[in-house]
């Protein structure tokens, strides 16, 4: 009896053995915390910030997202209080009060400072922010160049939706919120994807290589905001296949090796891309893509000066956390 029962173990184990290793390698975690994985990154950076004495609008933009970050990290309120310093010395006058605003493409990074004031409310007097953030609003859907911008078939009108997606989210409109996701499903989809999942508009021009990223990044940040159990933007696809999905799948193999880029090389500084793009974390996380994330995750950080402002997302770790009160 012992012997039999020996053996059936001995049976029992080799088949389990023959079994596991068949089985492929345990893939890395989609949906691994990203507090986790940007820990060192984030504190480094608001290290740096700390320090800082921003004055444009990009640089504030990154120094303010990196302190809300470590705050929201560490619980730390000598971080929102930095961020909170540098938004009040560097806040401008109301946009539509501005003889020459900018465009919409300039603006991007305001869309940073409004999802950092949405984890900053509590901790800090965000009044006078806000208040920038409101006539930003009503001035991107209001003056004629904005709208302009926002109805163009390409990177302009993905910047326009992801700023006021965010200055919604910040602001907790819920009906903006909607109109955005209606605007992203039709005409955003259908006039930017090809049925290949590439933005035929961006590959036209002088920098198709960074401008298709920043149009990545740009539209996956938005669905980010975007997306609610109530309303999931993420799966959204069309009838022929459009949708951010087909994109990702066709960037993730020319980010693993951008010498596999069909395009034209860049008028300028092509060497230094493709860079780490939140699209994909963004589009990992979401569809469930663990290659995704590992390649973000595996990409060095640092952001090329020459071409920082094609790179619209600093902290994505703001972007993957929900902040106070559900936004």
């Not at 053996?7 to 691994?32: E, G, H, K, V």
């Not at 938004?87 to 900018?102: E, R, V």
């Amino acid at each position: 009896m012992a012997l039999n029962l020996t053996r059936r173990r001995f049976t029992l184990a080799a088949a389990a053995a023959i079994t596991a290793a068949r089985l492929p390698a345990r893939q890395p975690n989609a949906r691994r915390s990203v507090a986790e994985m940007e820990h060192d990154h984030i504190l480094a950076d608001a290290a740096i910030a700390l320090n800082a004495q921003p004055t444009g609008l990009m640089n504030v933009s990154a120094s303010v997202a990196a302190l809300t970050a470590a705050f929201v990290l560490t619980q730390q309120e000598s971080y929102a209080l930095a961020a909170f310093a540098q938004l009040a010395d560097w806040l401008p006058a109301p946009i539509s009060k501005s003889a020459t605003p900018p465009s919409v493409v300039d603006l991007v990074p305001a869309a940073e400072i409004a999802r950092s004031i949405s984890f900053l409310t509590d901790a800090v007097h965000t009044d006078p922010i806000n208040a920038w953030l409101v006539d930003l609003n009503q001035w991107l859907n209001t003056a004629h160049g904005p709208v302009i911008e926002r109805d163009t078939k390409d990177h302009r009108a993905s910047a326009w939706l992801l700023l006021v997606a965010a200055i919604a989210r910040s602001q907790r409109d819920d009906a903006t919120l909607d109109a955005c996701r209606k605007r992203f499903r039709h005409p955003t989809l259908r006039n930017q994807v090809s049925e290949a999942g590439q933005f035929p508009q961006e590959m036209a021009t002088a920098n198709p290589f960074r401008n298709t990223l920043f149009n990545f990044d740009l539209l996956c940040g938005a669905c980010q905001l975007l997306d609610s159990p109530l309303d999931p933007l993420w799966p959204s696809e069309l009838i022929d296949g459009v949708s951010l999905r087909s994109t990702a799948a066709w960037l993730f193999p020319i980010l693993k090796d951008p010498g596999k880029w069909p395009g034209i090389a860049d008028a300028e500084h092509f060497r230094e891309l493709p860079g780490r793009r939140p699209g994909l974390l963004f589009t990992g996380r979401a569809y469930e893509q663990s290659e995704y994330v590992e390649l973000w995750r595996t990409t060095p950080p640092a952001v090329p000066t020459d071409i920082a402002a094609s790179f619209p997302i600093r902290q994505p770790f703001l972007w993957t956390t929900r902040a106070p009160y559900g936004y």
